[in-house]
């Protein structure tokens, strides 16, 4: 407990047994000691008696003396730490020579551990002896660890691994939440909302203002990327360094060539679209990409990458094609267009060019429109010539019945709503993974309209994605969402075999999450499914023996709300209300009137 003391001439309690033992007269032995030990102040040796005669043990006056001593030296080091000389680190350093050897002495550590913390460069020596002391580690503030960190990146990896993995949790388990709505889903938070979570707050704070942390943070994500796919790491990347934009650590943020770009993104998805001035500005950033630079687009290609960036972008494709429907336009035509193309494609492609570490767009392909000489691969130059167009005519056949729908009776047509998709749609849905993106979000799209024919013609087709995309837990959380804005559909069996049937059944055995999503959505919707259906659903759903405790949670949990809608009696029809507003008068009581209000 007093280790450290006698490397500063003060003697501890080896010293006064010593003393004792070595003594004829223990007492004056104690006086003697308590003299040579105590607070060197000749005015408090007259004081002392009156606390004797008060009852007050002297290791308690001793004890309030030094906490008070602690307290304004600690407020002292904080004073020359702010302050402007030229010394002031030289003092510190003089200080910390001096109270080291008490580091572990818990009454002294305080100010060892304040005075380290306001040192930007500690000694090796003492980081090192800070380093393999767990105890000491442990209580040491993050400024003394940042500096232990930039030199020991698998003891930093340590710390940060425990936080990235909560962080996905996080998110995975948003994308599972027990809220269905189209108003509060996955994409609701701002920007400067999510920037407050805890994981990202505290990141933030563990790397400061040192670039060489930030860079290995950064290096963890794409690895951790690369290893699991998980777009999530995407999100944080980007929202570490919009983080460090608003704390306005320009040491950092001056340093990423990402910076200004994510800054313009991270408005945009502020607004949930990217407008012209804007997308400019992007095009900028990224046609300033310098040769010998390349590897800039890895770190671009990741921004882009994520959910939220591409969430943004797939809306303002859908908006964007609606204005050229009513413009009368080709998709080809619109330079907007081309550049949401152009970074939704290099977003999707983020892991293939970190994989491969090629950086660098897809190569310039010349075409008879001026517009199409931007960076396009020959794959996404098909999607503008041969998907736009394909899902352009769906959306067209969408819209004819829309309009024909109000019209008189007389006036329509004998045609039906078509039900086949044009096969370049339904080609490029599975083998294109921009395309794939785009005509998702057309889906929800449509499910937003409440468009039921449209909605019944598109879900077979997303059976059969790119990569399985339909069947994401993303997508899926969005339709979840969208499709309870058709709950009174569910009671047409036609339109649940479309869902169930046609779309969600066909892989829920073999992917769990689509088995969760699909639950989810009974617990909103399962009385407006319906009676005879629900009974086959609920059957069919029921969890294999091998399955997480969250799916048999979700299925018990629907099994009970379904017994207790049987046990409860069907509601009264209500009868039209007969009130016409008036409020009860109370009369004057005489004799001839009664007390009754009326």
Not at 281 to 302: A, H, I, R, W, Y
Not at 308 to 316: E, I, K, M, W, Y
Request: net charge negative; glycine share 4%; hydrophobic share 40%.
């Amino acid at each position: 407990m007093f280790a450290g003391l006698p490397e500063l001439g003060i003697s501890n309690g080896e010293d006064l047994k010593e003393t004792l033992t070595n003594c004829t007269e223990p007492l004056k032995a104690i006086d003697q000691f308590q003299m040579e030990n105590g607070i060197l102040l000749p005015t408090l040796q007259s004081a002392l008696p009156f606390l004797d005669l008060h009852g007050t043990p002297r290791l308690e006056f001793h004890q309030s003396v030094f906490d008070e001593l602690r307290d304004k030296l600690m407020e002292r080091v904080a004073t020359i730490a702010e302050g402007k000389e030229d010394d002031r680190y030289k003092k510190l350093e003089e200080l910390l020579e001096k109270s080291f050897p008490l580091v572990k002495m818990p009454s002294i550590q305080p100010v060892v551990m304040r005075v380290l913390k306001h040192l930007p460069k500690v000694p090796e020596k003492k980081l090192k002896i800070v380093m393999a002391d767990k105890d000491l580690y442990k209580v040491c503030s993050v400024e003394v660890k940042r500096q232990i960190w930039q030199d020991n990146q698998a003891l930093f990896g340590d710390e940060v691994s425990p936080l990235l993995k909560q962080y996905i949790v996080e998110k995975e388990g948003a994308l599972f939440s027990s809220d269905l709505s189209i108003l509060h889903n996955f994409f609701s938070p701002s920007p400067k909302t999510r920037r407050q979570g805890e994981v990202v707050l505290k990141l933030t704070q563990m790397i400061g203002k040192n670039v060489k942390l930030y860079d290995m943070v950064l290096q963890f994500l794409r690895t951790l990327f690369l290893r699991t796919r998980n777009v999530h790491y995407c999100t944080l990347r980007a929202e570490l360094l919009m983080s460090l934009h608003d704390l306005d650590i320009s040491e950092i943020c001056s340093v990423d060539p990402c910076h200004k770009f994510t800054w313009c993104l991270d408005a945009c998805i502020r607004e949930k679209f990217v407008d012209g001035k804007r997308a400019r500005e992007l095009q900028g950033f990224l046609d300033g990409v310098k040769k010998g630079q390349e590897q800039v687009l890895g770190d671009l290609s990741m921004i882009l990458c994520d959910p939220f960036a591409c969430n943004t972008l797939v809306l303002s494709l859908i908006r964007n094609l609606q204005e050229l429907l009513s413009q009368d336009a080709l998709p080809r035509e619109s330079p907007d267009l081309m550049l949401l193309l152009r970074m939704l494609s290099l977003g999707q492609g983020a892991w293939d060019m970190i994989d491969s570490q090629v950086f660098k767009e897809p190569r310039l392909v010349r075409f008879d429109v001026n517009f199409l000489s931007r960076l396009l691969c020959i794959q996404d130059l098909e999607v503008v010539t041969r998907f736009l167009p394909a899902m352009m005519s769906v959306v067209v056949d969408d819209h004819i019945f829309t309009v024909e729908q109000k019209l008189p009776s007389e006036e329509k047509s004998s045609q039906s709503y078509p039900s086949a998709l044009p096969a370049a749609f339904n080609r490029f849905l599975q083998e294109n993974r921009v395309a794939c993106e785009m005509g998702l979000y057309y889906v929800l799209h449509i499910a937003k309209l409440r468009n039921k024919n449209a909605l019944q013609r598109l879900l077979p087709a997303l059976v059969e994605t790119y990569n399985d995309m339909a069947f994401g837990d993303i997508f899926l959380h969005l339709l979840t969402g969208h499709l309870t804005l058709l709950s009174d559909d569910f009671g047409s069996e036609e339109f649940c075999s479309v869902v169930f049937d046609g779309f969600l059944l066909t892989s829920f055995s073999s992917k769990e999450n689509v088995h969760r999503h699909t639950l989810r959505m009974l617990l909103h919707l399962h009385h407006k499914v319906v009676p005879s259906y629900m009974e086959t659903l609920i059957k069919t759903l029921e969890p294999p023996a091998q399955c997480s405790e969250p799916l048999k949670e979700l299925h018990t949990q629907l099994t009970e709300k379904l017994e207790a809608q049987k046990k409860s009696p069907a509601p009264p029809e209500e009868t039209p209300s007969l009130d016409l507003g008036l409020h009860p008068v109370t009369v004057p009581t005489t004799a001839s009137t009664p007390t009754t209000p009326i």
